[in-house]
T-cell receptor, first 110, second 116 residues
Framework: GENVEQHPSTLSVQEGDSAVIKCTYS??????FPWYKQELGKGPQLIID?????GEKKDQRIAVTLNKTAKHFSLHITETQPEDSAVYFC?????????FGTGTRLKVLA | ETGVTQTPRHLVMGMTNKKSLKCEQH?????MYWYKQSAKKPLELMFV???????ENNSVPSRFSPECPNSSHLFLHLHTLQPEDSALYLC???????????????FGPGTRLTVL
């Protein structure tokens, strides 16, 4: 069936370093790729997204890249701060349905 | 706050109990969703309602029964659950049903359910 693989499952970085989280999807009909941040006790919140007709999108310290041929997309966080510590989820969506990754727990060490 | 509230935030129930989870959105959205979030597993879509009509039932056992009385409220009625149903249940809403940045899903904080 359709699935999204997400790696790594946990990631620890020093404050100020960069963090990269990678996802691979299986459904070639997917054309929308959002990333969510989930803090403790809260629901997931959209932080950045990309459509299949774009290869890269940037918003301040976060960026997403998409390789549609390889069915890979990645989240890049630069100059990490302690408040970036959270669980991050990727998703791939076709017309209606979202398929989520298993999440990456990011710890930014001060 | 995201504009989506869920009650209760925590619920402990026995396998023979009947309980209900409530979700309310204050965003004027037309689509509402129930997701199940279990440890080390992807978010699982359970139900989708669009304009108060159920448009998706993702092979969910009948012990979970959704109800959408109007576009602002969504319930999940629980009956004779199993311990493996213990999870975080998330409600979300979006303007429309199509996936995309103009139909961003806004999630509530979830209800942490424990089935004994």
């Amino acid at each position: 069936g359709e699935n999204v693989e997400q790696h790594p499952s946990t990631l620890s970085v020093q404050e100020g370093d960069s963090a990269v989280i990678k996802c691979t999807y299986s459904d070639s009909a997917s054309n929308y790729f959002p990333w969510y941040k989930q803090e403790l006790g809260k629901g997931p919140q959209l932080i950045i997204d990309i459509r299949s007709n774009v290869g890269e999108k940037k918003d301040q310290r976060i960026a997403v890249t998409l390789n549609k041929t390889a069915k890979h997309f990645s989240l890049h966080i630069t100059e990490t701060q302690p408040e970036d510590s959270a669980v991050y989820f990727c998703a791939a969506a076709g017309t209606y349905k979202y398929i989520f990754g298993t999440g990456t727990r990011l710890k930014v060490l001060a | 706050e995201t504009g989506v509230t869920q009650t209760p935030r925590h619920l402990v129930m026995g396998m023979t109990n009947k309980k209900s989870l409530k979700c309310e959105q204050h965003l004027g959205h037309n689509a509402m969703y129930w997701y199940k979030q279990s440890a080390k597993k992807p978010l699982e879509l359970m139900f989708v309602y669009s304009l108060e009509e159920r448009v998706e039932n993702n092979s969910v056992p009948s012990r979970f029964s959704p109800e959408c009385p109007n576009s602002s409220h969504l319930f999940l009625h629980l009956h004779t659950l199993q311990p493996e149903d213990s999870a975080l249940y998330l409600c979300a809403s979006s303007q429309g049903q199509l996936a995309g940045s103009d139909n961003e899903q806004f999630f509530g904080p979830g209800t942490r359910l424990t089935v004994l």
